[in-house]
């Protein structure tokens, strides 16, 4: 019997109205209209505990971004567990839009305490390939069709940019220019998963 050569898992970072969702379906398409075997997948998930952050991020006010990050991991280990780590093994490319490094930067960057979340994060292990999507707070803001998110503040997002971009400068994270015209920057994406991954795009 062949042995099936483990995929690529890929992740997309950035802030909010960066982009993340318009470029990792694009680059989904690419991969399926390549012929590769591919699954697209977000976080937070719509299992058990996803379910329950989206409801935290749509109804509740004021929720503390230590309990936050624990509800974050505990959803990443039944994400990885149950669908990443498996479709992986079966040979798929997994697509993620986020991944463990929103938790580093969003909860981390506001707690101040980046290694704290990266202890409760042990238990998943890095993508292959995590791509950070760079834009200045206020055009992602102007980008976004309203504003209604716990995150849509400019301070905020100055210091979740500022973790994301302290990340990059650690080598966890290719950055890429967010701020051009899509058609640009999905083919930035795509020279960068070329030369990375060796994948034929």
């Given at each position: 019997m062949r042995e099936i050569k483990r995929g690529f898992h890929i992740s997309f970072e950035g802030i909010d109205g960066s982009g993340k969702t318009t470029l990792s379906t694009n680059l989904y398409l690419r991969f399926k209209e390549k012929g590769y075997p591919c699954f697209y997948t977000v976080e937070p998930t719509f299992m058990r505990v996803g379910s329950l952050i989206r409801i935290h991020a749509s109804r509740i006010k004021n929720v503390p971004q230590y309990y936050m990050a624990l509800l974050f991991a505990a959803?990443?280990?039944?994400?990885?567990?149950?669908?990443?780590?498996?479709?992986?093994?079966?040979?798929?490319?997994?697509?993620?839009?986020?991944?463990?490094?929103?938790?580093?930067?969003?909860?981390?960057?506001?707690?101040?305490?980046?290694?704290?979340?990266?202890?409760?994060?042990?238990?998943?292990?890095?993508?292959?390939?995590?791509?950070?999507?760079?834009?200045?707070?206020?055009?992602?803001?102007?980008?976004?069709k309203k504003i209604s998110g716990?995150?849509?503040?400019?301070?905020?997002?100055?210091?979740?940019?500022?973790?994301?971009?302290?990340l990059v400068n650690m080598k966890e994270l290719v950055m890429v220019d967010a701020e051009k015209p899509l058609e640009v920057v999905l083919e930035d994406v795509v020279e960068i998963i070329k030369n990375r991954l060796n994948i034929d795009l």
């Open positions: 959803d990443r280990v039944e994400h990885y567990e149950r669908v990443i780590k498996k479709k992986l093994e079966k040979g798929y490319h997994v697509i993620s839009d986020r991944y463990v490094h929103s938790s580093i930067a969003y909860q981390g960057g506001l707690l101040n305490d980046i290694e704290w979340v990266r202890r409760i994060n042990n238990k998943v292990p890095l993508p292959d390939l995590a791509i950070y999507l760079d834009i200045s707070p206020d055009k992602a803001l102007n980008r976004k716990p995150f849509d503040n400019i301070v905020l997002l100055n210091k979740i940019r500022e973790t994301y971009l302290s």
